[in-house]
Antibody, heavy 120, light 113 residues
Framework: QVQLVESGGGLVKPGGSLRLSCAAS????????MSWIRQAPGKGLEWLSY????????YYADSVKGRFAISRDNAKKSLYLQLNSLRAEDTAVYYC?????????????WGQGALVTVSS | DTVMTQSPDSLAVSLGERATINCKSS????????????LAWYQQKPGQPPKLLIY???TRESGVPDRFSGSGSGTDFTLTISSLQAEDVAVYYC?????????FGQGTNLEIK
């Protein structure tokens, strides 16, 4: 069965950096676009970024463009999100996610999330 | 960016009654080439990631009870729960995946009256 497990969350000071990882299993990782979606405490969902299976197509939401970087290692079946220049408003649970189909589609699979807290 | 606006923000419905949540997109999410609306509905319970209920605006995900249904096209969509059960208490989100960024509505908090 499909599993997505995030790691790397924690407490970081404003201006600091963090790298989130997502270990995938149960499917052919390289076939699928992968996404990061976040949710601030008590707030709604915000789609952040996606990366194609071969990493040749990448998109970022304006709120994180230039500060966050998505990447993947298909040999390790892992997805990453490098978070730089962190701000208090980046405090959120970060979900690794996969669509139901290899291309564009609704998000069927979600990890349990990694909490990132940005505070001095 | 496509703005997704849900109504109402909060809804209280009696057990066994119908619940209706609306979602309006600022741009059409209908793709004429394949005749599909790129619109999904999710259910989120406290402490859990969202769960996909409906995709392509009206296709129920496998395992989702048939009391959940989606309708609409273009810019106006509706999620209907035909007979509310206690386990349906949750926050519901719509999302468009027609154009990046794949924006979500602000969420509708569904409670029991």
């Amino acid at each position: 069965q499909v599993q997505l497990v995030e790691s790397g969350g924690g407490l970081v000071k404003p201006g600091g950096s963090l790298r989130l990882s997502c270990a995938a299993s149960g499917f052919t990782f390289s076939d699928y676009y992968m996404s990061w979606i976040r949710q601030a405490p008590g707030k709604g969902l915000e789609w952040l970024s996606y990366i194609s299976g071969s990493a040749d197509i990448i998109y970022y939401a304006d709120s994180v463009k230039g500060r966050f970087a998505i990447s993947r290692d298909n040999a390790k079946k892992s997805l990453y999100l490098q978070l730089n220049s962190l701000r208090a408003e980046d405090t959120a649970v970060y979900y690794c996610a996969r669509a139901a189909v290899p291309g564009v589609g609704a998000t069927l699979y979600w990890g349990q999330g990694a909490l990132v807290t940005v505070s001095s | 960016d496509t703005v997704m606006t849900q109504s109402p923000d909060s809804l209280a419905v009696s057990l066994g009654e119908r619940a209706t949540i609306n979602c309006k997109s600022s741009q059409s999410v209908f793709y004429t080439s394949n005749n599909k609306n790129y619109l999904a509905w999710y259910q989120q319970k406290p402490g859990q990631p969202p769960k996909l209920l409906i995709y392509w605006a009206s296709t129920r995900e496998s395992g989702v009870p048939d009391r959940f249904s989606g309708s609409g096209s273009g810019t106006d969509f509706t999620l209907t729960i035909s007979s509310l059960q206690a386990e349906d208490v949750a926050v519901y989100y719509c999302q468009q995946y027609f154009s990046t960024p794949y924006t979500f509505g602000q969420g509708t908090n569904l409670e029991i009256k």
